[in-house]
């Protein structure tokens, strides 16, 4: 495990694997021989962040949930043909852009020349993934809600 995204400190690698069978610990640390070593920055700031951090983690957890609420609300409510895939635990949110009647690379050429916004496509993730873009919500409000604005501008205009 690792502090990295919680703590937004992914610049300062650092990670921990508890393994308490001897044998696949073993067989670990023998893959691991010849990687790099240990950087201890990393080691120090994921110490502090489980240490320490705790507030911090329940504050980013009640901000980002809001930030999701906000998005899975708008997008129901103002933006129709298209539908959030409510997450189960993550910063992500996922939207059926299926509505919208275009297929990947027009899906894609709209996002970043109509709606001003580069996302992550889908299909990048595989087929099921086609038809989809993702949020990343794990972010300050105004960007969320500058983005849904944009969003909603282009489907309006895209629908005339």
Do not use: H
Not at 67 to 76: G, H, L, P, Q, R
Not at 105 to 121: T, V
């Amino acid at each position: 495990m690792s502090a990295s995204k919680t703590f937004n400190i992914a610049g300062l690698p650092g990670s921990v694997g508890i393994i308490p069978d001897p044998m696949l610990r073993a067989k670990f640390t023998a893959a691991r021989a010849g990687q790099s070593g240990i950087n201890i920055f990393g080691l120090v700031a994921m110490e502090a962040a489980f240490r320490y951090g705790d507030e911090y983690v329940d504050q980013l957890q009640e901000y980002i949930d809001a930030n999701m609420k906000y998005f899975i609300d708008y997008v129901e409510n103002k933006i129709s043909p298209l539908k959030v895939v409510k997450p189960d635990g993550t910063y992500l949110g996922w939207v059926d852009m299926r509505g919208l009647g275009l297929n990947d690379a027009e899906l894609r050429d709209f996002m970043i020349k109509k709606a001003k916004l580069a996302l992550d496509d889908g299909f990048i993730f595989g087929t099921g993934g086609s038809g989809f873009q993702r949020f990343n919500l794990a972010c300050p409000r105004a960007v969320v809600q500058e983005a849904l604005s944009r969003l909603e501008k282009a489907v309006k205009e895209l629908k005339k």
